[in-house]
C-alpha cells in the first residue's frame, strides 16, 4: 500500500517534532498535524519558527524547511482524518486522576475520542497507528469501536510506540537505536506493517525497524520505560548509601557501567527523575500487573517510584537539614525548573515537589531556568493545589537572570543540568550570596573542589 497522506492527531512533544522528521524525510508524503487546542496550532504556523511550542534542538529548522511544503498544522481535524490513508493517535494518555484506577491507571478518554471521531468521519480504507503510549492490549478497545462504523470502512490498527527522549528528540528520531512496529499477523495485518516500515525505511537500516505481534509492541513501550526508570533509581538508592560511607557514586557508576553487560548510560545520580512518562508509564505498569492479580510483579516495579519520591524528599530535607533545620524566610536559589537540560517541558519535574517541600516549610525561592516561562512555573505549583494561588505568587520569584535568583540567598540548588550553569562566574555568585554560601547540586554537574576553594559549602548527590 502507498501512503500518500499522513493525518497525527495531537501536535504534542510527540506529534510535533516526529511528523516534522516525516515530512523532512518523505517529501512526497503530504503530513497534517491535528490538535483542539488551537493557540498550541497557532504556534506551529509562528510565523516565527523560534516560537514553535516545542523547544527541542534542531527541530525549528526541519519545521523551517518543511513547513508549507509538505507539513500542516491545523485545527480541521475531521478533513485531515478523512483525506488520510494513515492516522497516527499520538495524544496524551495521563495517569487516570478520578474513578477506578485514579494514581494509576492511564486516562485513556482521548484515545477513545480520537478512535470514535475517525469511526464518525472516515469514509475510505485506513491503517490506524497508536503513537500514544498504551496500555497492553488497547488495540482491541480501538478495533471494537472502529468496527462499527457501518459505513463498510475497513481499519488496520498498528502499534508505533515512540522512544525519542527530550532535549535529544531530532537525533533520537533521525537515527532511532529502533524503530518498533506491531500489528495483526494476518496478511491484510503484515500489509499495514510492511506500508509502516516502508515509511521508515526511508531513512532508518531495515536491521533497525522491529515488527511484532500488536500486544508485544504495546507493552515493549511501557516496560521500556520501566527498565530505563529502574535504572535510575537503582544509581539513586546506591547514591544515599555513599553518603554514608565515602564511596562516591561517580565512581560507583563508572565501575558498575564498564561492564559491557551493564553499560555506561542511564547511571546519572540525580535529584530524582521527571518527565511526562516515566512515572506515569511505571504506575499503569503496575496497575495492570494488579489487574492480572499479578502482586508481586506490581511491587516489584512500584519500587521505583517510591525510590524516586524519596530522592526527591531527601534532597529537599538536607538543604533543610543543612540551614539549621530552618528555611522559614530564607531565599533559596533554583537554577533549573526543566525535568532535563534542552527542553522546555516542566511535567513531573523534580523541581517541582523539592520547591513544594520547601514552599511548605515557607522558604523564599527566586528560580532561573532558560527555557521555562514563569507562567508554567506557577502553574505547575498552583496544580498541586498545596497552597494557594495568591501564596505561590508570594513566596516564588522567577527572575531572568541567574545572577540575580542568587543575590542574597542563603543557598543554590541545581534542579536541572543545562550546560550554561558550568559556565557561571561563581566567585561572583559566592560574593553575593548571605555566608556561609550553600550549594546543593541536585545533578552533580559543578566542580565541588574548585567551589569549595572559592569558599562554598557543597553538597553533591552521592558523595
Ligand atoms: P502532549 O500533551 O504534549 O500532546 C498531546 C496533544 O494531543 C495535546 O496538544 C492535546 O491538545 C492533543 N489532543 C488530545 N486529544 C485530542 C483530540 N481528541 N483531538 C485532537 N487533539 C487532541 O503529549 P505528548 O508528550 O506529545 O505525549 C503524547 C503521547 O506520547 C503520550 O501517550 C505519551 O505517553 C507518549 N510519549 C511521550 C513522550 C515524550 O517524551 N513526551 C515520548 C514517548 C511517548
Ligand atoms: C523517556 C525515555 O528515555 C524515552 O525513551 C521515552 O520515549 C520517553 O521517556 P524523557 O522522559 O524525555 O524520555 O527523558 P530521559 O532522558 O529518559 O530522562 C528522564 C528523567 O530521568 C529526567 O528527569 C532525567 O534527568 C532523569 N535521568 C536520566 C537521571 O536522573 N539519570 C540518568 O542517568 C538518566
Known amino acids: 500500500?502507498?501512503?500518500?497522506?499522513?493525518?497525527?492527531?495531537?501536535?504534542?512533544?510527540?506529534?510535533?517534532?516526529?511528523?516534522?522528521?516525516?515530512?523532512?524525510?518523505?517529501?512526497?508524503?503530504?503530513?497534517?498535524?491535528?490538535?483542539?487546542?488551537?493557540?498550541?496550532?497557532?504556534?506551529?504556523?509562528?510565523?516565527?519558527?523560534?516560537n514553535i511550542p516545542v523547544y527541542e534542538p534542531g527541530l525549528s529548522g526541519i519545521v523551517a524547511e518543511a513547513r508549507g511544503?509538505?507539513?500542516?498544522?491545523?485545527?480541521?481535524?475531521?478533513?485531515?482524518?478523512?483525506?488520510?490513508?494513515?492516522?497516527?493517535?499520538?495524544?496524551?494518555?495521563?495517569?487516570?486522576?478520578?474513578?477506578?484506577?485514579?494514581?494509576?491507571?492511564?486516562?485513556?478518554?482521548?484515545?477513545?475520542?480520537?478512535?470514535?471521531?475517525i469511526a464518525r468521519v472516515s469514509t475510505s480504507d485506513k491503517i490506524v497507528v497508536e503513537k500514544s503510549t498504551l496500555p497492553v492490549r488497547t488495540a482491541s478497545t480501538l478495533k471494537d469501536i472502529l468496527k462499527h462504523t457501518g459505513n463498510n470502512v475497513k481499519f488496520q490498527i498498528l502499534s508505533n510506540p515512540e522512544f525519542l527522549a527530550e532535549g535529544t528528540a531530532v537525533d533520537?528520531?533521525?537515527?532511532?537505536?529502533?524503530?518498533?512496529?506491531?500489528?495483526?499477523?494476518?496478511?491484510?495485518?503484515?500489509?499495514?506493517?510492511?506500508?509502516?516500515?516502508?515509511?521508515?525505511?526511508?531513512?532508518?537500516?531495515k536491521e533497525r525497524i522491529l515488527t511484532?505481534?500488536?500486544?508485544?509492541?504495546?507493552?515493549?513501550?511501557?516496560?521500556a520505560n520501566a527498565f530505563l526508570a529502574q535504572r535510575v533509581s537503582s544509581i539513586n538508592a546506591l547514591s544515599e548509601l555513599c553518603e554514608f560511607t565515602e564511596a562516591n557514586i561517580g565512581e560507583v557508576a563508572r565501575a558498575i557501567g564498564t561492564d559491557s553487560r551493564i553499560g555506561p548510560k542511564f547511571l546519572k545520580a540525580s535529584v530524582g527523575f521527571g518527565g511526562s512518562c516515566f512515572q506515569k508509564d511505571i504506575l499503569n505498569l503496575v496497575y495492570i500487573a494488579r489487574s492480572y492479580g499479578l502482586n508481586e510483579v506490581?511491587?516489584?516495579?512500584?519500587?521505583?517510584?517510591?525510590?524516586?519520591?524519596?530522592?526527591?524528599?531527601?534532597?529537599?530535607?538536607?538543604?533543610?537539614?543543612?540551614?539549621?533545620?530552618?528555611?522559614n524566610g530564607k531565599k533559596i536559589a533554583f537554577l533549573?525548573?526543566?525535568?532535563?537540560?534542552?527542553?522546555?517541558?516542566?511535567?513531573?519535574?523534580?523541581?517541582?515537589?523539592?520547591?513544594?517541600?520547601?514552599?511548605?516549610?515557607?522558604?523564599?525561592?527566586?528560580?532561573?531556568?532558560?527555557?521555562?516561562?514563569?507562567?508554567?512555573?506557577?502553574a505547575d505549583l498552583d496544580y498541586l493545589n498545596t497552597r494557594t494561588v495568591e501564596e505561590n505568587q508570594l513566596l516564588v520569584d522567577v527572575v531572568q537572570d541567574p545572577y540575580e535568583a542568587c543575590q542574597d540567598a542563603h543557598a543554590v540548588a541545581i534542579l536541572t543540568e543545562w550546560d550554561e550553569?558550568?559556565?557561571?562566574?561563581?566567585?561572583?555568585?559566592?560574593?553575593?550570596?548571605?555566608?556561609?554560601?550553600?550549594?546543593?547540586?541536585?545533578?552533580?554537574?559543578?566542580?565541588?573542589?574548585?567551589?569549595?576553594?572559592?569558599g562554598f559549602k557543597v553538597s553533591a548527590i552521592g558523595s
Open 298 to 327: 506490581a511491587d516489584y516495579w512500584e519500587q521505583v517510584i517510591i525510590m524516586n519520591d524519596h530522592q526527591k524528599r531527601r534532597f529537599a530535607n538536607k538543604i533543610i537539614k543543612t540551614l539549621y533545620n530552618t528555611v
Open 421 to 454: 550553569f558550568k559556565d557561571y562566574d561563581w566567585q561572583k555568585i559566592y560574593d553575593a550570596m548571605l555566608k556561609p554560601a550553600h550549594i546543593f547540586d541536585g545533578r552533580n554537574i559543578l566542580d565541588k573542589g574548585q567551589l569549595e576553594r572559592i
Open 69 to 117: 511544503r509538505n507539513l500542516f498544522f491545523t485545527t480541521e481535524v475531521d478533513r485531515a482524518i478523512k483525506e488520510a490513508d494513515m492516522i497516527f493517535i499520538s495524544v496524551n494518555t495521563p495517569t487516570k486522576t478520578y474513578g477506578a484506577g485514579k494514581g494509576q491507571a492511564a486516562d485513556l478518554k482521548w484515545i477513545e475520542l480520537c478512535a470514535r471521531q
Open 336 to 378: 533549573g525548573w526543566a525535568f532535563k537540560k534542552d527542553t522546555n517541558d516542566t511535567r513531573e519535574s523534580a523541581a517541582i515537589y523539592v520547591a513544594d517541600h520547601l514552599l511548605y516549610e515557607q522558604a523564599k525561592i527566586a528560580v532561573y531556568d532558560p527555557k521555562v516561562s514563569a507562567d508554567q512555573m506557577y
Open 172 to 205: 533520537d528520531l533521525l537515527t532511532p537505536d529502533r524503530v518498533l512496529i506491531g500489528g495483526d499477523q494476518d496478511a491484510e495485518g503484515k500489509q499495514a506493517i510492511e506500508a509502516l516500515v516502508n515509511i521508515y525505511a526511508r531513512w532508518v537500516p
Open 1 to 50: 500500500m502507498n501512503i500518500t497522506k499522513i493525518c497525527c492527531i495531537g501536535a504534542g512533544y510527540v506529534g510535533g517534532p516526529t511528523m516534522a522528521v516525516i515530512a523532512k524525510q518523505c517529501p512526497d508524503i503530504q503530513v497534517t498535524v491535528v490538535d483542539l487546542n488551537e493557540s498550541r496550532i497557532n504556534k506551529w504556523n509562528d510565523p516565527n519558527v523560534e
Open 212 to 223: 511484532t505481534n500488536v500486544w508485544s509492541s504495546e507493552l515493549s513501550k511501557l516496560t
